[in-house]
Structure formats: structure tokens, C-alpha cells
């Protein structure tokens, strides 16, 4: 194994893939390196190349990451001690496309998956409980509690509540955000068959929900207010044991690769998450992108400092500008609340070795791989285009996660440094990004990208990436239902009653 690497030729520090100390010699003939660490290094820090002086700025990823605050020696660590961000408030942006050539040589493959009345596949035939107000999270709790009691649902693939706290006392945007996320969900084809339970005076009424759902198919979708009814636990499970009935004989069935919508997330990230697990998802975006897929990239603020390398990828300037305003509305979100834009990476980011915005956001939109982006969602908005799209929502891991499942991604794609339990609605296939993480939390990763920097290449990589995927989509479980990690958290904003 290397102990280090050279992103980019015109990167002005090396990456330490392992620990180093004090004394120990950096040198590659190839690449013209031959001098000593002037300090103790941890894997995925950055080790300056050369002399510096203060107010240089620092390349990585071939783009730049920030500005020295103080001079630096070749051989010591450039981390959050001695560089600044360079990014300001707000940028100017002018549409320059730049499109890549995307070669894939790897064949199509087939999933098996559940073919719904509208064309769409599921990969998954759950059946879901979906509350319009958190005041009924517990009353779905005891339905399904009855009902898994009374019916044998062995033949369906799980019966799962998605409680939140939200439905009532918001306003405005905030309440209609929290509307258009739950009817995503109702109309999500990883669901077989929905019972929607509603209070009765809560903001969420059923009967305007309904509207929002429309159209749908009334042996799928279900209804019911707790007040409206005598015994709301004995008419919830009598519609339980309907939808069971309709959904309860769905097949798998041979669908090609290309028709799955795959969210690209990261979360916990450290200094080898640009290196190892983003490319690779990178790699694995425009393979099904190629056979007519999608891949949906989030986390807004994790754009910031990358987001003129999408906007230069950008299919028509309509699509650039709505990037573009994508990427300002969140800027002025952060302004209205008062809080400061460049209020990242977090604690653990640094840990891992991040120092700046900008480091984390070009080792974050390297999971975007080279496709051109094709269209822009707001929050809140599903899926309507193949290709590379743009999702509008915060860096919060469970919020993004959630996001990216209404959007109608059928699974999510999850890269982590630092490791994480969470799962969303869907299927969330956690990446590490090392594999001294992988070793360690076995339970929690399902792939370990580690290996890139060890003793496998790229392309192997990929094809034993998109076995796993493959294995999925037609049914394995992930790690996250396994352990029955599954959540649905949305985004706030606004005032609450």
C-alpha cells in the first residue's frame, strides 16, 4: 500500500493514505518527490509539497481549497491551523458549458424488480403507514402491532411506519413542504400499498391531502381520521388487511439496471472520501446513467466551492440558471437566519482531515461523476427527468436521506469516513470510505471502498460495486433494514405555532 497520493498535477499537497511520523520519507521518482515529514501525520491529511508562503493558495482536486494564513514548510500539514476559506457571499456566474466525454465499456444488467400500474418498478413491496400529523405516530404504532399479530406477512417484503413530528401548527412554505414530502411517499413505488392516518384538526387535513396525492389507485392508497371513527385500531388494521390483499401477490419481475433512480449522499466524510468512495460512486453514476438511469446529487451546502465545475456541466442554460438559483436561494437562507454560509466542514469532517468548504465540496460532488446535469428539483419535487439531477436541501444527513427517498429514488447511496447508522425510507447502502472503518463497523457498511487505495483498481471496484446494487435492487437486504434503521426527517423551516 502507498502511503500517499498526488490527486492532481497541479495540486499543491499530497494525501497521507495511512499514519505517518515525524522523519519518515516522502519519495516517488515519478513524481519528483524526495524529502522528509516535518511532523506527525494521520491518514487523509494534507502534506505540503513545497515551501509556502502566507496568503498562497492551496490546490487540491486540481482546484483551489483555501488561502495559507501563515508561511509553510514542504513536509508539514496544511489543515484548519494555517488555511482559510476562500469563498465569499455570493458569486457571479456565467454559463461556460464544458461537457466530458463519459465512456462506459462495463455491459447492462438486469434486476429483478416489482413493475407498478404506471410503468415505474419498486424495488422493494413494503407496506407503508404514513402519518399526516405526528399526534398519530403512536395509534399507527398499535395497528401495526395488531395487524402483524392477526396476518402471516412473510409473502410482502415489511410493514413499516414513517413517523415525523410535523402535519400541524405550521405556516406558509413550511407546511406545504411537509405536505408535498408525505404525499411523495404515498406515491413512492417501494410501497406496494399506503395507509394514510390522519387526527381530523390538525393543518394536514386528509381530504386536501387526498388532493395532493391525486391521482392515485384507491386499492392502493387508503385513508383514515382517528376522530371521525369509533375504534380507530380495529378500523386501521380491517384497512391494513385490504391493502395486504391487493399488494400481497406482486412479483418480482426483469427489469434492466437503467430504469433504478439511485440518491448520491455522504456523510461522516474524512481526507480519503474524494479519493476512494466519491469517485467510485462517481464511476458508478454514469454507468446507469448510461444504460438510461438517474442519480439525483444533494446536500446544497456541500456544493458550495464545486458548484461552478456542475454549473460548466449543465445540459442548457435553463438548467444552469435554475442551478444557479438553487445554489443563491440556500446562500440567502443561511443569511436571513443570520448564521454564516461557510459554517462548515463539521468537527468530524476535520478530524478526518478536511479543513475548508471547499476541500469538502469537491471531494463531495466527485460522486457526481461526469454526466451532464439534466435537471434541477426543489425540495419537495419528484423525478422527472433520466440522467444527473440536482436536489435542493440541506447537509443534514437524515433530511438529505429523506429528500432524496420523496424524490423517488428507489435506494440511496451513502459514502461515510467516519460511519453512520442512519437509513432512510428506502434502501441506504452506507460506502466507507476506508477500510479500517469497514473492519471496525461491520454491521453499519455494507461496501468498503478502502480497498481502492489497498489492493484493488478501479474498475474492479465498480463491477463488484454494481454486483451489490444489483443484489439489492432484486431484494438483499441492506445494512440499514437489517437493523431496522429507517427514518423520515424533514426539513423545518418557519415558525411553529
Not at 172 to 195: F, S, W, Y
Not at 311 to 330: G, Q, T, Y
Request: hydrophobic fraction near 35%.
Amino acid at each position: 500500500m502507498k502511503s500517499f497520493v498526488l490527486i492532481h498535477p497541479k495540486d499543491s499537497v499530497l494525501i497521507a493514505l495511512k499514519d505517518m511520523i515525524e522523519g519518515d520519507k516522502i519519495k516517488d521518482v515519478e513524481l519528483g518527490f524526495d524529502f522528509i515529514l516535518k511532523e506527525n501525520v494521520t491518514r487523509g491529511s494534507k502534506i505540503a509539497i513545497k515551501d509556502m508562503n502566507k496568503f498562497d493558495v492551496v490546490f487540491k482536486y486540481g482546484y483551489p481549497i483555501g488561502q495559507l494564513t501563515e508561511n509553510v514548510r514542504q513536509g508539514e500539514i496544511i489543515h484548519v491551523h494555517n488555511i482559510k476559506t476562500l469563498l465569499s457571499e455570493e458569486g457571479d456566474y456565467v454559463y461556460k458549458p464544458e461537457f466530458n466525454k463519459v465512456n462506459v465499456t462495463l455491459p447492462e444488467r438486469k434486476i429483478k424488480a416489482y413493475t407498478r400500474d404506471n410503468g415505474e418498478i419498486g424495488i422493494r413491496n413494503e407496506l407503508w403507514i404514513i402519518p399526516t400529523v405526528g399526534c398519530v405516530n403512536a395509534t399507527a404504532r398499535q395497528i401495526i402491532k395488531t395487524f402483524e399479530r392477526e396476518v402471516d406477512t412473510s409473502v410482502i417484503d415489511g410493514v413499516h411506519l414513517f413517523s415525523h413530528n410535523y402535519g400541524c401548527s405550521q405556516l406558509g412554505d413550511d407546511h406545504e413542504n411537509t405536505r408535498k414530502i408525505l404525499a411523495d411517499m404515498v406515491n413512492h413505488p417501494n410501497a406496494g400499498a399506503v395507509l394514510v392516518i390522519g387526527l381530523g384538526c390538525e393543518n394536514n387535513q386528509i381530504d386536501a391531502f387526498k388532493e395532493l396525492v391525486s391521482p392515485y389507485n384507491e386499492s392502493r392508497v387508503k385513508f383514515m381520521a382517528a376522530q371521525r371513527v369509533e375504534d380507530e385500531i380495529e378500523q386501521g388494521v380491517s384497512l391494513m388487511k385490504d391493502l395486504f390483499n391487493y399488494m400481497k401477490d406482486f412479483k418480482r419481475e426483469d427489469h434492466s439496471i437503467g430504469k433504478l433512480k439511485v440518491g448520491l449522499e455522504c456523510g461522516g466524510s474524512d481526507g480519503l472520501s474524494g479519493i476512494t468512495a466519491n469517485p467510485l460512486l462517481g464511476q458508478f453514476s454514469d454507468y446507469l446513467i448510461n444504460y438510461g438511469g438517474t442519480s439525483v446529487l444533494t446536500e446544497v451546502p456541500e456544493m458550495f466551492g464545486a458548484e461552478e465545475i456542475l454549473f460548466s456541466r449543465c445540459d442548457s442554460k435553463e438548467v444552469f440558471n435554475d442551478a444557479v438559483d438553487m445554489i443563491n436561494d440556500f446562500k440567502h437562507y443561511f443569511v436571513k437566519n443570520e448564521q454564516p454560509i461557510y459554517e462548515n466542514p463539521s468537527p468530524g469532517n476535520k478530524q478526518g482531515g478536511i479543513s475548508t468548504l471547499e476541500d469538502k465540496s469537491l471531494g463531495c460532488t466527485q460522486k457526481a461523476g461526469d454526466s451532464n446535469v439534466v435537471d434541477v428539483l426543489k425540495y419537495g419535487e419528484v423525478l422527472k427527468k433520466p440522467g444527473l439531477n440536482l436536489l435542493s436541501a440541506p447537509g443534514n444527513d437524515a433530511v438529505a436521506t429523506s429528500a432524496l427517498a420523496a424524490a423517488g429514488c428507489h435506494l440511496v447511496l451513502f459514502t461515510t469516513g467516519r460511519g453512520t447508522p442512519l437509513g432512510g425510507s428506502v434502501p441506504t447502502l452506507k460506502i466507507s470510505t476506508n477500510s479500517d472503518l469497514a473492519n471496525r463497523k461491520k454491521h453499519w457498511i455494507d461496501f468498503n471502498a478502502g480497498s481502492l487505495v489497498e489492493d484493488k483498481n478501479m474498475d474492479d471496484l465498480l463491477i463488484d460495486f454494481i454486483d451489490l446494487v444489483q443484489d439489492v435492487a432484486s431484494g438483499k437486504e441492506s445494512k440499514n433494514e437489517i437493523n431496522d434503521f429507517r427514518e423520515l426527517v424533514i426539513f423545518k423551516s418557519g415558525v411553529t405555532l
